[in-house]
């Protein structure tokens, strides 16, 4: 999403619609990086803007996927590590 206001200048945040596309991509894109390095993530007609219809088209890397949830990843590890200890 921030990607896309980045290139196209268009806030796809507030758009229920689109979110509930990019959040289905975006779970597409990580069941696919389990298995390969790289993945094209494709909405097309995700908006409108002035010049007409906006399409999102990416490609998602699994050491950008990775740079991209690194933080998620390092603060579940201390509560994984407790559960595991505790159990």
Not at 18 to 27: I, L, P, S, T
Not at 40 to 48: G, H, N
């Amino acid at each position: 999403v921030e990607e896309f206001k980045k290139d196209q200048g268009v806030d796809l945040s507030n758009d229920k619609m689109a979110m509930q596309r990019v959040k289905e991509a975006a779970e597409k894109a990580k069941k696919d990086l389990s298995g390969t390095m790289q993945t094209q993530i494709s909405l097309p007609f995700i908006s409108a803007g002035a010049a007409g219809p906006l399409h999102l088209e990416l490609t998602l890397t699994r050491a950008k996927f990775d740079e991209l949830t690194r933080d998620l990843v390092l603060r579940t590890e201390t509560p994984v590590r407790q559960a595991l200890k505790d159990a």
